[in-house]
Every structure is written in C-alpha cells, then in structure tokens.
C-alpha cells in the first residue's frame, strides 16, 4: 500500500520562506513522478509543481515559478516543495502527489492527506 505523508505545513507572514515534506512509503521513490498540487479554500484544486522520476525535469505552475522549487531525496524516500516569498494567495492545503507514468500536470494515482499553509499578515 502507497502512503504519502506530508509536514512541514504551518502559518507564515507574506515574504516567508517555508520548506514541506513528503514521506512516501510503499514505493521507491525512484520510479514515480512526484509532485504537489494545492487547493485554497472555495476554490478547485490546481496543479503546483512536479519533478519526473530522473529528478532532472521540472514543471511548475506559473503561479509559483521562480518562487517555489522541488526536490527529491531518493535515499529518504521523501519529496520536497521549498516556498519563498511567500504570498497570502499561496493559502491553501498542499498535497503530495505520486505516479508511475504519464503527464506531469495530471491525473495522479497517489495522494497525500494534505498539509495546510497559511501566509497572513
């Protein structure tokens, strides 16, 4: 059974930096496309982040780009989203996503429960 755990989620001031995590177990984390998606309250949920399997590819929301930036440590088995300059509208809870193939942006086969940030004066 794949489970993803994420932490790290927590409220911030506008301009912050915030740094999650995204334990995964069941899987290696070699072989999936990770990523995060994020959902702000009485909106839908949207596509944030991903990095293929290699590590070598990104792509990243227009949103976040240049402001957010993802990671993978193999060996841990965990997945990070690094977050700067942080905005009030980058409210939302952020879910760590996983797959085995397919595009970055979507659909995703595992998620996690989801960890909420909050970035308020």
């Known amino acids: 059974q794949v489970q993803l755990v994420e932490s790290g989620g927590g409220s911030v001031q506008p301009g912050d930096s915030l740094k999650l995590s995204c334990l995964v177990s069941?899987?290696?984390?070699?072989?999936?496309?990770m990523g995060w998606f994020r959902q702000a309250p009485g909106k839908e949920r949207e596509f944030v982040i991903a990095i293929d399997s290699t590590g070598r590819n990104t792509h990243t929301s227009g949103h976040v780009n240049g402001r957010f930036f993802v990671s993978r440590d193999n060996v841990k088995n965990t997945l990070f989203l690094e977050m700067s300059r942080l905005k009030p509208e980058d409210t939302a809870v952020y879910y760590c996503v996983g797959k085995t193939a397919g595009s970055a942006y979507g659909p995703y086969e595992y998620w996690g429960q989801g960890t909420q940030v909050t970035v308020s004066a």
């Open positions: 069941g899987r290696s984390l070699s072989e999936e496309m």
